[in-house]
């Protein structure tokens, strides 16, 4: 029996990555598939908490927070598709080396990430994360430009 399809979604909490998550989980009808959802703590809200004196007690409780989000959103989804396998997972750093390393360890056959649809100044100001996954993951990516909500 071949193993099934690991597709990680990174989650942000966006309506972007939460409509993304729903074009994810489409391909349980083509695939037999499992999900790994992945929400990174973003090195600079590391920084913010540090410098408010209170890294260690900030960053957990964050931490917990998406955790807690995420595993909603896991139940939530297994509740509407019976038999689906939805893993979390939550990591810490640059967003973009975070889903490579997740995408890695985790031995992920695909990454679907959402765009967010920045252009022109905002994008050479911000950047994508989904663009820099695609240049540096090593399993193929499959970017999702969302509708506007």
């Known amino acids: 029996m071949k193993r099934p399809l690991k597709i990680l979604v990174p989650i942000d909490f966006s309506g972007y990555s939460l409509e993304t998550l729903r074009f994810a989980l489409s391909f349980a009808d083509l695939f037999q598939s ?12 590391v920084e ?5 004196g209170g890294e260690g007690e900030n960053l957990s ?6 955790r807690g989000g995420l595993e909603a959103i896991a139940r939530r989804e297994e509740e509407l598709h019976p038999g689906l396998a939805i893993a979390t997972r939550i990591g810490s750093g640059i967003p ?3 889903i490579c390393r997740a995408a890695d360890e985790e031995c992920c ?4 990430i959402g765009t967010h649809g920045r252009t022109g100044l905002s994008h050479l100001l911000i950047g ?6 695609v240049q ?10 969302p509708k506007v909500l």
Not at 48 to 52: G, I, K, Q, Y
Not at 109 to 112: G, H, M, N, T
Not at 138 to 145: A, E, F, H
């Open 96 to 98: 973009f080396k975070e």
């Open 109 to 112: 056959d695909l990454v679907v």
């Open 136 to 145: 540096l993951a090593s399993c193929p990516v499959l970017t999702i430009k």
């Open 48 to 52: 913010t908490f540090a410098n408010l």
């Open 61 to 66: 409780r964050h931490r917990e927070e998406a």
């Open 34 to 45: 499992s999900y790994l959802l992945l929400h990174v703590v973003a090195s600079g809200d």
């Open 128 to 133: 994508s994360t989904a663009e820099r996954v």
